[in-house]
């Protein structure tokens, strides 16, 4: 249901009151192709998600401004049952929060094949979380947002990767930055954790009594997430600090 008003929606127009009212700068040329036409102002964003409890406070931050379209691309979830019951979190978020909020947030899933982000892992399957494994991770799920974007004729890509505490953003920023450039396409780069952003994500997910999961996704981190059970605080805290520089 949600992935048939996407059609709708590229077709659609929708006016408004002059352009550079957003708070992050879009630009006239950023509102085509299918946005243009005339006055149209709110430009559309593919935003790759991760997981409905950190698209909350993102989704909720970019809707004023943006046509959202949620892009569920997450080949780095192992276990097809966990899987599934975050793509269905992350629908019923969506669904919920168009109805009391008035709005046409759709949902496209991409591709889910593990092998392909096992075979971003070789060689770094006994890195943790936070590690060398999670740029190549980003970097996949990024490459194919911008690729769907292309393929949509969408400008705009986004993540809702740095909403966590547990990702690094300049490495999110980068990669982000350097695909759209070798895509001619604009990364919104926004680093979701700021302006407690992380806080209100945990916040909406009780209001919407949302499934939280509590690993990032793969298996190789979640099995050293549980061997590291016994880490002391001081050390989990460490491990947080470099990973927000
Ligand atoms: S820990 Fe998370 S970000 Fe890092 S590789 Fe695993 S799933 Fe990807």
């Known amino acids: 249901m949600i992935e048939k008003s996407i059609k709708n929606k590229v077709t659609s127009t929708q006016k408004m009151e002059g352009l550079g009212y957003c708070e992050h700068k879009v630009t006239d040329d950023l509102c085509s192709p299918f946005d243009r036409n005339k006055g149209i102002v709110k430009p559309t964003v593919l935003l790759h998600s991760c ?5 909350t406070s993102v989704i909720e931050r970019l809707a004023h401004d943006y046509e959202i379209i949620v892009y569920f691309y997450n080949p ?3 276990d097809p049952k966990e899987y599934e019951k975050r793509k269905k979190t992350q629908k019923e978020f969506i669904d919920k929060y168009n109805k009391d909020n008035k709005l046409d947030i759709s949902f496209v899933e991409g591709d889910y094949k593990p092998e392909d982000f096992h075979k971003i892992s070789e060689g770094f399957e006994d890195e943790p979380e936070g590690g060398m ?6 970097e996949l799920r990024l490459r194919s947002t911008a690729h769907k974007a292309l393929e949509m004729g969408i400008k705009i890509f986004a993540t809702t990767l740095t909403v966590s505490p547990h990702k690094n953003y300049r490495i999110i920023s980068a990669i982000g930055q350097n695909i759209a450039s070798e895509n001619n396409l604009q990364f919104l780069d926004i ?3 700021k302006k407690a952003g992380f806080q ?10 949302l499934y939280r999961q509590n690993y990032c996704g793969c298996n190789y981190a979640r099995r050293i997430q549980n061997s590291k059970k016994q880490e002391s605080p001081e050390e989990e805290k460490g491990r947080k600090i470099d990973n927000e520089q």
Do not use: L, V
């Open 133 to 138: 494994r999670c740029p190549r991770c980003f």
């Open 76 to 78: 780095n979830i192992d």
């Open 191 to 193: 680093d979701f954790k």
């Open 51 to 55: 997981c409905g409890p950190c698209s």
């Open 200 to 209: 209100k994500s945990i916040e909406i997910s009780k209001e919407y009594n």
